[in-house]
């Protein structure tokens, strides 16, 4: 009976003990440097690349750092590596702390460097490392990626992280650039039946831009001025096949965030023509997306025909014309010139991604797998080719739920 008991009490302590032992491999946060924004360029040494590390100092700005610590909030480091993922140890010889990719937010590509053919072999490595998440984002500078690092410096937001973090949120919520995540880029390319849009930034601005209408701007183009950072978060690159081909601005970006149900873009504010008569020639509307557009095709014959129905919502954020909304008449003009420009803007982009770049630059493609029974029907018709040909309409369908002060709101 007692060795039984002192089996019992042995047993209990063992499982009380090695618990305590589950800390053995535990990091501490000061061990490690935690690469915020990876940077990649085309190296002058053949078979290599030019790797940029945005390094993040955890301490800065939490409790345990402290308020007065004099340490930098981050170190940026460039080198040549023959890839990314190996490129971790070789910092090490630069850096003191254990490098980490754990809380990779961006990986920012040259313009140059993305229209390499052997561009997208390299970015594949992403998928093998443990570290790096697919949820990480890929973005295109116009500069190098080494030079966007060093000029990128922001004023309200000094941690890395927090930056990044809000700039690419908000840009998306807004329309204003695409959700480019490294995942939606793998499977787009592995798909190659559709375009796929990245995000575009800028840390140098034009000297002198143009100034253009609402957001029809590419990055680094914004006639900005005051105590800023020259960072810029607006439009896209355009890849096919995993390759940059051209570029659209946040204006177009909008419109195709519009189409493609997959983003995660709520409401954003634009100007269309006004109707009314004045002065000014322009009014603001909230746009609201709440809802999914509905796809129909007739894929029969030589030119398919693509039907998109976009239900959206709207707020008059602007009245420049003192317009009198309360009058049925009003609501109606209203109402007609938003679908009117709807329909115009969107039919004319998805021509010029037709036209210019050969495909769509969202996934249409699996829309139009719906109407095959099978896979081998569906690569048979040929999506890329025969999309070239295809005939596309739009069809806005507009409630205005708010006139704004004054004017009473849409009954129906």
């Known amino acids: 009976m007692r060795k039984t008991k002192t089996v019992c009490k042995m047993l209990l302590i063992l499982m009380i003990v090695c618990p305590l032992a589950g800390c053995w491999d535990r990091g501490e946060l000061e061990d490690k440097s935690y690469v915020i924004g990876l940077g990649l360029d085309r ?3 053949e078979g290599k ?6 390094l993040a100092n955890p301490e800065v700005g939490s409790m345990q750092g402290g308020g007065g610590s004099t340490e930098k909030p981050r170190e940026v480091i460039s080198f040549d590596a023959i890839d ?3 490129a971790k140890v070789t910092a090490n010889a630069i850096v003191s702390r254990k490098i980490s990719y754990d809380l990779l937010k961006i990986i920012v590509v040259s313009e140059e460097f993305a229209k390499d053919p052997e561009f997208f072999r390299i970015i594949y490595d992403a998928v093998y490392d443990k570290e790096i998440r697919l949820n990480a984002y890929l973005a295109i500078s116009k500069e190098k990626a080494s030079q966007y690092f060093l000029k990128n410096h922001p004023r309200m937001e000094t941690r890395p ?15 204003l650039i695409p959700d480019s995540t490294l995942f939606r880029f793998f499977k787009a390319t592995e798909r190659g039946k559709d375009l796929f849009l990245a995000m575009n930034t800028s840390a140098i601005r034009e000297k002198k831009p143009k100034i253009r209408a609402e957001d029809n701007y590419y990055a680094g183009q914004l006639n900005a001025s005051g105590e800023l950072d020259d960072t810029q978060f607006i439009g896209s690159a355009v890849f096919k096949n995993g390759k940059m081909i051209g570029k659209l601005t946040g ?12 983003t995660n873009i709520s409401d954003f504010i634009i100007d269309i023509p006004s109707p009314f008569p004045g002065t000014i020639k322009q009014m603001a509307l909230r746009v609201m997306k709440e809802e999914d557009n509905t796809v129909k095709m007739n894929l029969k014959g030589p030119r398919p025909k693509i039907f998109i ?14 317009v009198d909304f309360s009058k049925k008449k009003n609501r109606d003009i209203l109402k007609a010139q938003i679908a009117r420009h709807f329909k115009t803007e969107h039919e004319k982009l998805l021509r010029k991604a037709q036209k210019k770049y050969k495909g769509v630059p969202y996934p249409l493609s699996l829309d139009a797998q719906k109407y095959f029974a099978t896979n081998q029907e569906f690569k048979k018709f040929n999506w890329t080719k025969s999309y070239q040909q295809a005939e596309i309409y739009v069809k806005p369908v507009v409630k205005i739920v708010d006139y704004g002060k004054g004017p009473k709101k849409e009954g129906k």
């Open 161 to 175: 992280h927090k930056y990044y973090q809000y700039m690419v949120e908000h840009g998306i919520e807004n329309g």
């Open 84 to 86: 990314f993922i190996a």
């Open 309 to 322: 129905t976009m239900p959206l919502k709207f707020e008059v954020m602007s009245n420049p014309s003192e």
């Open 43 to 45: 190296s002058k040494r």
């Open 49 to 54: 690349i030019k790797v940029t590390m945005l």
């Open 251 to 262: 204006q177009e970006t909008s419109i195709v965030n519009t189409l493609d149900d997959t």
